[in-house]
């Protein structure tokens, strides 16, 4: 019988917490490992929605050593109503395990596989990894600060007792000013609700993994990231290696026609609101944001 071909090539499978966001700076650090590293990369997106136009645009145009793969959508059916965006997202990932476990089996005979690489939602997909005896590697998108408060939040949840807003003292964040319990991300602002759960969960994951990269630099954020590089046991070494953005982002006539019409309008008259590229509005929620436009009085 003729021998499976192994390709030599090291090959990293990459999974981004769903969001546009969250895809386009792994996309960016996706392109350095293949050009400055000569990796081949699988793009693992997971999701409980169709592919949406917004993230098709940021697959395009890549080196063919980057393979997009969109995950069979998953089910939110059996969730309560109106469930926090961060819930959904890392739900998104935990219910898609299964599909990144075959692709492993899929990938693990025919490539070198040497690296799971997932953002600070995604780290379920840890266990896939490590079931594989793959290294894996977390990539934290956000800010140092947020880093290392994430890094420290499983030691809070342990010591503050309530709600870190009730905290009557300042919370002490490695290499950061300190702040008011109240100061905190939402999410972590009802301690009962499932996206703190959660969030905590994937915090307490951050240890597993082998290394950490940072998407961002020295010169922006030099204390925190001066605490984060200090070893400490248990602590994954940290990596700044950004700032990660997306260079070549295209003009295209949706764009311009947007563009075209803001510098028709009155100085400082327009207000932009963004929802991000997962959120959405209710009917009654959308009803009552036109109407308090209507009722302002000023142009709709």
Request: hydrophobic share 35%; charged share 30%; no cysteine.
């Given at each position: 019988m003729e021998a499976l071909h192994v390709d030599s090539q090291p090959h990293l499978v990459i999974v981004p917490s769903p969001g546009v966001g969250h895809l386009i700076p792994l996309v960016e650090f996706a392109k350095r490992l293949v050009s400055l590293h000569n990796f081949s990369v699988t793009i693992a997106i997971p999701s409980n929605i169709p592919p949406t136009k917004p993230q098709r645009a940021v697959l395009t145009d890549?080196?063919?050593t980057i393979q997009p793969l969109f995950l069979p959508p998953i089910s939110f059916n059996d969730l309560p109503e109106n469930p926090k965006i961060e819930t959904i997202i890392i739900l998104s990932v935990t219910?898609?395990?299964?599909?990144?476990?075959?692709?492993?089996?899929?990938?693990?005979?025919?490539?070198?596989l040497a690296g799971l690489i997932v953002d600070h939602f995604s780290t379920d997909?840890?266990?896939?990894a490590i079931e594989f005896d793959v290294p894996c590697y977390l990539f934290f998108p956000p800010s140092a600060m947020n880093l290392s408060f994430a890094l420290?939040?499983?030691?809070?949840?342990?010591i503050i007792a309530g709600e870190y807003r009730d905290h009557p003292e300042l919370i002490q964040i490695p290499g950061c000013i300190p702040i008011h319990g109240k100061e905190l991300q939402e999410p972590t602002q009802d301690r009962s609700d499932d996206a703190y759960k959660l969030l905590l969960h994937n915090c307490k994951r951050y240890r597993m993994a082998d290394t950490i990269f940072l998407n961002s630099y020295p010169e922006l954020e030099p204390e925190a990231i001066k605490a984060l590089l200090e070893e400490k046991p248990g602590k994954p070494p940290v990596y700044p290696i950004g700032p990660l953005v997306r260079k070549d982002c295209s003009e295209n006539e949706e764009r311009a026609d947007c563009l075209?019409?803001?510098?028709?309008?009155?100085?400082?008259?327009v207000l932009f609101v963004s929802f991000g590229s997962r959120g959405a509005l209710w009917r009654d929620q959308i009803n009552e944001l036109a109407l308090g436009l209507e009722m302002s009085g000023q142009r709709c």
């Open positions: 890549l080196p063919s219910r898609s395990v299964p599909f990144l476990r075959d692709l492993f089996k899929s990938l693990i005979g025919k490539t070198h997909a840890f266990d896939v420290q939040m499983p030691s809070l949840d342990q075209k019409w803001l510098d028709e309008q009155p100085k400082e008259s």
